[in-house]
């Protein structure tokens, strides 16, 4: 086989994902007994694109509980993640919190709880900072901005949204919240680390505090198992029985309840958008460790 069917290529439809070496593989495990390992490229920034939305998702539903599903639905689609088709037939309710179209909702719903989306990236920075408790965690301008130039595609969602009432700001305050949060850098060890609360019932674990319910993880962690890869959830459940998020920049975060936090990182994707060896490297290690859930 070749090196390129192996490892799958990474993304080049956002131009500065393209560039990045799809050899690097890195992994970090965050257990709950405040225990960390890594392995490979575990300190290189990489793009977390859709893993984001997990985060917005937290924040969202802190501020605007359950009202926040008379906007967004909790089914998996079946879809590619940027799919239009079943916003016309759904009139404009998108199926989960995790397609484009659905964190552009929940973008939507942080912004109206702000002032201005600068504040609401903020706010979005501060919380992946506060529960990886990592101030050196940051938005990569230039991601931001290619994806803002060439995002013609979210673009029309978020127009085809409004066009429903399901937007209340303006699609490009939206659309700028939007791209400035799929494009935040962070390591696996960050990654892992910003994952802790909800492999530990809501809490930090290494100082014991709340951050969100149990009720909220528990949820949250359903939501990832069922739409976390897409049209791809179903295989990535069958074989690692895990909650998880992938992104497009070759990242996935998958919860172990109650044991562990996983972030995975390889650049190359398969056809559904999400990391050809992450996936891989989940799949053997919730077997050896009999992870699985089920
Ligand atoms: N699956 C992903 O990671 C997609 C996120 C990317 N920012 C996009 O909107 O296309």
Known sequence: MSGRAERGLPADYIPPLASVDPACFGIAVALVDNRVFTAGNAEQAFSIQSISKLFTLTLALGMLGDSLWRRVGREPSGDAFNSIVLLEYERGIPRNPFLNAGSLVVADALLSSARAPRETIGEILRFLRFVAEDDGIAIDPVVAQAEKATGYRNAALANYLSSFGNLTNHPEHVLGV?????????????????????????????????????????????????????????????????????????????????????????????????????????????????????
Not at 203 to 212: D, E, I, L, M
Not at 270 to 291: F, K, T
């Open 178 to 294: 939007y791209v400035h949060h799929c494009a935040i850098a962070m390591s696996c060890r960050q990654l892992a680390m910003a994952g802790r609360f909800l492999a530990a019932r809501g809490r930090n674990p290494a100082t014991g505090h709340s951050v969100v319910s149990e009720e909220r993880t528990r949820r949250v962690n359903a939501l990832m198992m069922t739409c976390g890869h897409y049209d791809g959830s179903g295989d990535f459940a069958f074989r690692t029985g895990l909650p998880s998020k992938s992104g497009v920049g070759g990242g996935i975060l998958a919860i172990v309840p109650a044991v562990a936090s996983i972030a995975v990182w390889s650049p190359g994707l398969n056809a559904q958008g999400n990391s050809l060896l992450g996936i891989e490297a989940l799949d053997i290690l919730s077997r050896r460790m009999c992870w699985s859930v089920f």
